[in-house]
Structures are given as structure tokens and as C-alpha cells.
């Protein structure tokens, strides 16, 4: 693997719909560098899961990806061929999705789907159907599944929402991988159930040494977690910067905004939030994306989208009020 195993370069993506080609990503760039966390916020429906699924190539059928350059390991995985991509899937990136009842086949029980990802990433020849479930039962003692026997016996609709997402970790985790895919992992779980998944993941991601990517509106979360945070606004990369940085010194409107958005133990009154909403894709803003939500706005970015550009050091920013000219 090269250092910078994942680089995401101008991507656009839309979807063909009944009203037209909706304009979700436009142009989207991630770096993602060997051994690095990085998180991903932004409200639902800003492309984080679209952008995700793009470097495995799991769009749905109605998806079009316009434009852009997908690179992992050198390679550009919008341009490899099937074995290739099924060679990556296999053995290179895993994805953890946000909803683990529709991520697991109900008519099947945990053992035969865990057994058929192990077949499906690794040389299975010789092996014998006890030694199989001998590695099941230590994936799922990995990530602190009480009475692992019982659960590879148990059918989905058998397990509470947090036991599903843990059976989905063990899935992703059941072959060596070099990055982690960690969409919303914790949506639908109870504040202490979202704790523990949240620390499982990163102690395995420690001790694999693995390159993450973890998609999250829980901002405390992406806080304790990751080494750099990457800001999505309607399909926009707006902000960039590590993490500690971002937090204390956020620069984008929009990245203010949601850090305002947070509720604050020290209280301090009720935010307002953001006005408005994400825009339509169908007939997304002209210029800024973000301009009519705006408090900031300057007359140029209703006309032009601002550039993204490095102010210090890893610090970037796509927004006018940073731009000298």
C-alpha cells in the first residue's frame, strides 16, 4: 500500500430521477493517509453516504458518476475492472453502514452469513466447516459479544439493535483490511449503546493500525476520535482541518454554525440553529451552495463558487470571505 492509500478527486455525482439528474456531489476531494482517522460531518442528505459508497462502487442503479477521480493504492477504482474491485472489497475496505437490520439477511442466521464473508475474503481450500466457526466465535468475543455461541445460532430479528451492530463491526472486521468505512454506526442506538460501539471501533482500529473513515452528526464523537474532520455541506467539501483545529477555530459559516448547533453542558441558552434547509439537487444554488442559508454572504457568492483553499497550514476553506482577490 502506498501512503495515501485513498485520495478522492473532484467528484460529482447525481441521480436520475423522475424530475431530471439531481447535482448531489460537486466536486468532493478527500485524503485519506495510511493509519489516519478522519471524520466526516455535515447535516443528512450532503453527500457523506454517496461520497462512501462511490469508493466501493455501490451506487445505486439510478446513480451517475459525472466526474472524478476515486484513487486507492494508486489505483483508480471508477476505471478498475470487476476482479480488481471484487479483490478490493474482499481484501482491502470494509464498510460499517448505519442501519445493521437492513445490513444483515433476516432468512439466514449469523453464523452462515459470517462464514460466507470469511469464504468470500480469504482462500477457504482444506478448511473445515469447525475451524470456520472457531474464527467466527473469536470475531465476535472481539468485539464483546457475550455468549457468542448463542448469538452465531440467533437470527437477526433474535438481537437488540446494539448486538446487530456489533455483529456488522465482526463482519467487517472478520479478514484483514487496510481501511474502515464507518457510516453513522451508531444511528438508532441509545446514548450508552453508541458509547461502546464508538470505543469498540476505535480500540480495534488501534490495534490493527487501521485507516478509518468515520461519518457522524454526533460532533462529540468525531471529536474524541479522529485526527482530522472534513465539513460536507450539499455536496461540497467546505471545510478541512485537524481536528482540535477545527473545533476551536472553525473559519466556514456553515461549520460555526453547527458547532453553534450544539447542545453545550454549560448551558447558555437554546441555539437557533441554521436557518433553512439543504437545497433541492435538481435545481441546487448557483454559486455558493450555501449562500441562502447564509449570514455572511458577500454579492459574488450568489454568481461563483468560491475555491477551496489552504489558509494555514492543513487548514482549508471553500469560502469568499477567505479569498484575497
Not at 462464514?115 to 478448511?127: F, L, P, R
Not at 455483529?167 to 441509545?190: G, K
Not at 448557483?286 to 447564509?294: A, D, L
Request: aromatic content about 8%; hydrophobic content about 35%.
Amino acid at each position: 500500500m502506498t501512503e495515501q492509500p485513498l485520495e478522492i478527486k473532484d467528484l460529482y455525482v447525481g441521480y436520475r430521477t423522475y424530475r431530471g439528474t439531481s447535482k448531489v456531489l460537486d466536486g468532493v476531494h478527500l485524503t485519506v493517509n495510511a493509519g489516519e482517522r478522519v471524520g466526516i460531518i455535515g447535516e443528512s442528505g450532503c453527500g457523506k453516504t454517496t461520497t462512501m459508497k462511490t469508493i466501493l462502487r455501490i451506487l445505486p442503479t439510478n446513480a451517475v458518476i459525472q466526474k472524478g477521480e476515486v484513487y486507492f493504492g494508486g489505483k483508480d477504482v471508477l476505471t478498475i475492472g470487476k476482479n480488481e474491485l471484487n479483490e478490493l472489497r474482499r481484501k482491502h475496505i470494509a464498510m460499517i453502514s448505519q442501519d445493521p437490520t437492513a445490513a444483515l439477511n433476516p432468512v439466514f442466521n449469523i453464523e452462515t452469513q459470517l462464514i460466507d464473508i470469511i469464504k468470500y475474503s480469504e482462500a477457504h481450500k482444506g478448511k473445515k466447516t469447525e475451524e470456520f466457526k472457531a474464527k467466527c466465535v473469536r470475531i465476535l468475543k472481539e468485539v464483546a459479544l457475550p455468549d457468542p455461541e448463542r448469538v452465531l445460532d440467533s437470527y437477526p430479528f433474535q438481537l437488540s439493535g446494539g448486538m446487530k451492530q456489533r455483529v456488522c463491526i465482526a463482519m467487517a472486521l472478520a479478514t484483514p483490511r487496510h481501511l474502515l468505512i464507518a457510516d453513522e454506526p451508531t444511528t438508532n442506538l441509545d446514548v450508552t449503546i453508541q458509547d461502546q460501539v464508538l470505543r469498540l471501533i476505535k480500540d480495534i482500529v488501534e490495534k490493527r493500525k487501521l485507516s478509518v473513515i468515520l461519518i457522524s452528526q454526533a460532533l462529540g464523537s468525531v471529536k474524541g476520535f479522529v485526527d482530522e474532520v472534513y465539513v460536507m455541506y450539499a455536496g461540497n467539501t467546505v471545510e478541512v482541518a485537524d481536528t482540535k483545529e477545527l473545533f476551536s477555530n472553525p473559519l466556514h459559516p456553515y461549520t460555526k454554525g453547527l458547532l453553534d448547533s450544539t447542545p453545550k453542558l454549560t448551558g447558555g441558552g437554546f441555539s437557533e440553529g441554521i436557518k433553512g434547509r439543504v437545497p433541492d439537487y435538481i435545481n441546487p444554488p448557483s454559486g455558493c451552495r450555501f449562500h441562502p442559508r447564509c449570514n455572511y454572504i458577500l454579492s459574488r457568492c450568489e454568481k461563483e463558487k468560491p475555491p477551496f483553499i489552504y489558509v494555514d497550514g492543513n487548514h482549508g476553506v471553500a469560502c469568499w470571505l477567505y479569498c484575497k482577490k
